[in-house]
């Protein structure tokens, strides 16, 4: 305790106006008023004994005499840090419970006077913050004059800190703590712009909090870091812990449901046109699309409130469902390596139909067999013939037993890639979400970019196709900077089977056999499973269709190795002059039937397909 300034006797001080009296010596100092003293004294040993006693309420009572008494005193804030500490703390031991409950014991108006207090004596933004928080819980009106506040200097403290991902411990205190006090108080007015900054910052956290990829995460593993809640970048990053937050809290339960919470609320607020029962996402998809038929009649106000709309509305339904679409044929890639007996799949081109033509006639001259070949050319690739590259009339099949939530994969597929062409139908929303993931960066996220390209293939576009192929091999290779040469990695070995497929279709065959024979580096011929081949195998096609079909294929050796066979002897079959017209050297020729003549040894039930290739 600090001792009360030294006083003069009252008959030793001088009077209003008068001189004072000389003294015959020094006086000596003046000693402090020794029953105020003793009774603060004995009040707070008072305190320490109840509180070790552990009475909750004669503990509270005194508390409270010690903290209206003497406010100041050091020792007082001291005892005030290791409650405020036990209300921070997610830890459920007996001596917490007490602090708790001693707290609880206290009158709000000192509950609430004793957390500002507390906050003025916080120097660090996390601490602050959370200390504010428990604040803004317990005392809802004061979110009105401290929430704004909070919210922007942790998002300040995210910029100051030049944090490398949004997926931060400011930006999860911001979106999963301060803004649903914020946006659900109807007590605190915010301009229209602001809510829309606010939901950028929620999505642009919430998806990549869902889509970070076990990849990013391992280059972090295996460094031991001590904990430290106030100093993120002694952290090291682990899986679901975000930097500077405790495991608990870096947990976050039900994002998707949180972000498309955070879009409904920020509309009511906008007026937005909205139907305030739960939809699914294909309603709000054409619910979306009925506002886009009229969002050119609006003035430039209600233009940008419903161009807003759209945009967020139909961004958070397509990254949904891309999201799921990925995770559902590459579930590795989100959650790792130990992902229990989930096969990743690939979207390809069915070539099966290619022997169709082994029913024509035989005696064809050469030049009409190249016209047939340049016909195929023709039909499979769409990137002359539908510029728009919707590919709507394509099918895509994949069996039940390959893949059990098959109905729900072919839908996220195919909502997000409506919810891809509604952004680009109107130049004002392609502006604006362009602008939104140039923001956000998302050329650099690899599992979107698996999503686009197997878009871009469903669309005929096999030239883009490719570019994107070429673009996520840098992807990949920039997320796996430290891979073992020789060790081809999945991403690199979908590449090369779709490189190989959209040859294929261009009419390229020898870039066609180049990819298959670089992808073959990496299998292992399934000889042990050859039994189930047979059955797995789409049938041979007595007809050339002219709108071709794609398949979700298992990528495994058991699947992916006659699939790439039967992709050779098409190049053949199409190509009669492959080898004999001089636009093939005979050495790699030699060495794609050599292959061939190897892999047919390891899976005799290709031997129909052998057959009717090399019939005359």
């Known amino acids: 305790f600090r001792f009360p300034a030294p006083q003069l006797p009252p008959s030793m001080q001088k009077a209003a106006g008068e001189q004072a009296v000389p003294l015959p010596c020094p006086l000596p100092p003046a000693r402090p008023n020794k029953g105020t003293f003793m009774s603060d004294l004995a009040l707070y040993e008072m305190y320490t004994i109840e509180r070790n006693a552990e009475r909750t309420s004669s503990a509270g009572r005194l508390l409270y005499d010690i903290f209206v008494n003497f406010p100041d005193q050091p020792v007082v804030w001291r005892e005030i840090s290791v409650i405020t500490s036990a209300l921070r703390n997610d830890c459920q031991d007996k001596q917490t419970q007490f602090l708790r409950g001693l707290f609880e014991t206290l009158p709000g108006r000192i509950q609430c006077e004793m957390l500002l207090k507390a906050t003025e004596q916080c120097f660090n933004t996390l601490e602050r913050a959370e200390m504010l928080l428990l604040l803004l819980r317990r005392f809802p009106?004061?979110?009105?004059?401290?929430?704004?506040?909070?919210?922007?200097?942790?998002?300040?403290?995210?910029?100051?800190?030049?944090?490398?991902?949004?997926?931060?411990?400011?930006?999860?205190?911001?979106?999963?703590?301060?803004?649903?006090?914020?946006?659900?108080?109807?007590?605190?007015?915010?301009?229209?712009?602001?809510?829309?900054?606010?939901?950028?910052?929620?999505?642009?956290?919430?998806?990549?909090?869902?889509?970070?990829?076990?990849?990013?995460?391992?280059?972090?593993?295996?460094?031991?870091?001590?904990?430290?809640?106030?100093?993120?970048?002694?952290?090291?990053?682990?899986?679901?812990?975000?930097?500077?937050?405790?495991?608990?809290?870096?947990?976050?339960?039900?994002?998707?449901?949180?972000v498309f919470k955070i879009l409904s609320v920020v509309g009511v607020r906008c007026e937005w046109q909205?139907?305030?029962?739960?939809?699914?996402?294909?309603?709000?998809?054409?619910?979306?699309?009925?506002?886009?038929?009229?969002?050119?009649?609006?003035?430039?106000?209600?233009?940008?409130?419903?161009?807003?709309?759209?945009?967020?509305?139909?961004?958070?339904?397509?990254?949904?469902?891309?999201?799921?679409?990925?995770?559902?044929i590459q579930p590795s890639l989100f959650q790792g390596p130990n992902a229990a007996n989930q096969h990743p799949f690939v979207l390809l081109e069915d070539v099966s139909n290619v022997y169709g033509d082994a029913d024509m006639d035989r005696s064809k001259h050469l030049h009409k067999k190249r016209k047939l070949a340049e016909g195929r050319e023709k039909t499979m690739s769409s990137d002359d013939e539908d510029p728009s590259g919707k590919g709507r009339n394509r099918h895509i099949t994949i069996h039940a037993a390959e893949l059990p939530n098959s109905v729900e994969v072919l839908e996220s597929f195919r909502l997000a890639r409506e919810s891809w062409e509604l952004l680009h139908s109107l130049e004002s929303l392609d502006k604006e979400f362009t602008r939104i993931c140039v923001s956000w960066k998302t050329d650099t996220w690899l599992w979107l970019r698996i999503f686009l390209t197997d878009m871009i293939i469903y669309q005929g576009q096999y030239k883009k196709a490719i570019a994107s192929l070429h673009h996520l091999a840098a992807l990949q290779g920039s997320h796996s900077p430290q891979q073992i040469p020789g060790q081809g990695s999945l991403e690199n070995q979908r590449a090369l089977i779709q490189l190989a497929t959209c040859h294929f279709a261009l009419g390229e065959y020898r870039f066609t056999c180049e990819k298959v024979l670089d992808l073959m580096c990496y299998m292992v011929l399934p000889i042990q499973?050859?039994?189930?081949?047979?059955?797995?195998?789409?049938?041979?096609?007595?007809?050339?269709?002219?709108?071709s079909e794609l398949k979700l294929w298992p990528f495994t050796s058991a699947a992916i190795m006659p699939y790439c066979l039967r992709l050779l002897l098409a190049c053949f079959k199409v190509s009669s002059c492959f080898v004999c017209s001089g636009k093939t050297k005979p050495s790699f020729a030699s060495t794609v039937l050599v292959w061939v003549v190897v892999v047919l040894g390891g899976i005799p039930q290709r031997e129909n397909a052998w057959m009717a290739w090399r019939s005359p």
Not at 198 to 223: C, P
């Open 274 to 328: 909205m139907d305030m029962s739960r939809r699914s996402f294909g309603d709000i998809l054409l619910k979306m699309k009925d506002v886009c038929r009229y969002i050119g009649n609006y003035d430039n106000e209600a233009h940008t409130k419903y161009k807003t709309q759209v945009t967020y509305s139909t961004m958070l339904v397509f990254f949904k469902n891309a999201f799921q679409y990925v995770s559902s």
């Open 529 to 547: 499973e050859g039994a189930k081949l047979q059955e797995e195998q789409p049938k041979l096609k007595s007809k050339f269709r002219k709108v």
């Open 141 to 258: 009106e004061s979110v009105v004059q401290h929430g704004v506040g909070l919210g922007e200097s942790l998002l300040e403290a995210e910029n100051i800190e030049d944090q490398e991902s949004p997926v931060n411990c400011y930006r999860k205190l911001f979106v999963c703590d301060v803004l649903p006090l914020i946006i659900n108080n109807p007590d605190v007015r915010l301009p229209a712009a602001l809510l829309y900054k606010y939901l950028n910052k929620a999505a642009e956290f919430y998806i990549n909090y869902v889509t970070r990829s076990t990849q990013m995460e391992s280059q972090y593993q295996g460094v031991q870091d001590t904990p430290d809640l106030l100093s993120p970048s002694k952290r090291s990053s682990q899986k679901y812990v975000i930097e500077g937050l405790t495991e608990k809290s870096s947990h976050i339960t039900d994002p998707w449901e949180r």
